[in-house]
């Protein structure tokens, strides 16, 4: 099945060379997108020189930084029309662990519609994180599956491998979450249709190279968009606007 890599980026550039070296180790036969917002540090310059060394390779340059969900759904989109069947999403900055790859996709060869990396399932860790930190995510994760009725342990989790079929029936263009949220929204977006979403322990490393891009902003629109999702689809029920039809 045709395998396609996803990785966004913006002010990568210490990490996007290692990133691309230890991806292609871990799936050799997979294609890679470089998503770059037009990093001033030279991020996408670096991962084109790469690319032409280690091949199967695709840098898509945007001509500027509009936010995590605008760089997958662009990503996204360009794979599904390029018929790719399986996609990975997964940050640039070394969090998540590459070889874990082979993992997620072995989870959708099982039969999973979506697999997750996830950090809240037994095996699943985050070393070195401060206790501040760690509570506001855990919580914020659980906050989000009771409103939503999603049943995920780690609905934020940027690391996912999807059957392209899925993607297509949730409409990943139609959404609209720009930071973070963009993971819940999918997220939440799956349950609503029932698809198959299977959790796969990961240890969440920190990033040693490198800023975050997590703002008190980016937290407040994933607070905002759960809460009004949640009280949305109580009031006015019924199918998804945005659901597509399954592909036969």
Same mark, same amino acid.
């Given at each position: 099945m045709r395998t396609l890599v996803i990785t966004p980026t913006f002010q990568e550039a210490e990490n996007i060379e290692q990133f691309l070296r230890r991806a292609r180790e871990a799936v050799?036969?997979?294609? #890679?997108? &470089?998503v770059d917002d037009s990093s001033p540090d030279g991020t996408g310059a670096i991962a084109e020189r790469v690319a032409t060394e280690l091949g199967q390779i695709k840098v898509h340059h945007r001509p500027s930084k509009e936010g995590l969900g605008e760089a997958y759904r662009d990503g996204f989109s360009l794979a599904l029309d390029q018929?790719?069947?399986? *996609?990975?999403? =997964?940050?640039?900055?070394?969090?998540?662990?590459?070889?874990? =790859?082979?993992? $997620?996709?072995?989870r959708l060869d099982e039969g999973a519609d979506v697999a997750v990396g996830s950090r809240y399932v037994p095996g699943g860790s985050i070393p070195h994180w401060p206790w !501040?930190?760690?509570? *506001?995510s855990r919580y914020?994760?659980?906050?989000?599956?009771?409103?939503? +009725? /999603?049943? *995920?342990?780690?609905?934020?989790? +940027?690391?996912?491998?999807?059957?392209?079929? @899925? *993607?297509?029936? #949730?409409? $990943?263009g139609s959404t609209r979450a720009k930071g973070y949220g963009f993971q819940i929204e999918t997220g939440y977006r799956l349950?609503? &249709?029932? +698809?198959k979403v299977v959790e796969v322990? /990961?240890? !969440? @490393?920190?990033? &040693?190279?490198?800023?975050?891009k997590m703002t008190w902003g980016i937290f407040a629109e994933e607070l905002l968009l759960v @809460?009004?999702?949640?009280i949305r689809d109580r009031v006015f029920?019924?199918?998804?606007?945005?659901r597509q039809p399954t592909a036969t």
């Open positions: 050799p036969d997979a294609d #890679i997108m &470089v018929g790719y069947e399986r *996609l990975v999403q =997964i940050d640039a900055d070394l969090s998540h662990d590459p070889s874990v =790859i082979p993992q $997620l996709l072995a !501040f930190r760690r509570a *506001l914020g994760n659980r906050y989000a599956c009771f409103v939503l +009725g /999603i049943k *995920l342990r780690d609905a934020t989790s +940027g690391y996912r491998a999807y059957r392209a079929d @899925t *993607l297509r029936e #949730i409409d $990943l349950h609503r &249709v029932g +698809g322990p /990961i240890t !969440f @490393t920190d990033r &040693v190279r490198g800023y975050s @809460t009004w999702w949640g029920r019924g199918k998804p606007k945005w």
